[in-house]
């Protein structure tokens, strides 16, 4: 398939952020998971995005948020807004534990 964004270049962004790479650490998320959710969200935001629209890096970012979110929403114990984790653009993004 033809990807808007390649599976493992969104991994590879995620780990690159390290509240991420902390957190994946903290909750034991497996190497397996993220590559599995990247290969989802790349199958889906291709198949959604309208051809002809270009795919910028503010898009890239969104994606990369949604795949951020997926992860925490999958993957962790995290309960939105009461304690866990959550995605911030702090000025920009990573993820915050929450408590």
Do not use: C
Not at 18 to 43: G, N, P, R
């Amino acid at each position: 398939m033809n990807y808007l964004v390649n599976p493992s270049s969104i991994v590879s962004r995620a780990l690159s952020i390290e509240t991420f790479k902390q957190m994946i650490s903290d909750e034991q998320v497996q190497f397996s998971e993220l590559v599995h959710t990247s290969v989802e969200i790349a199958e889906q935001w291709t198949d959604d995005w309208d051809e002809g629209h270009g795919f910028g890096s503010s898009d890239g970012t969104y994606l990369l948020k949604d795949f951020m979110d997926t992860i925490i929403s999958s993957y962790t114990k995290s309960i939105y807004k009461k304690s866990g984790y959550q995605t911030v653009f702090n000025p920009s993004l990573t993820v915050a534990k929450i408590s």
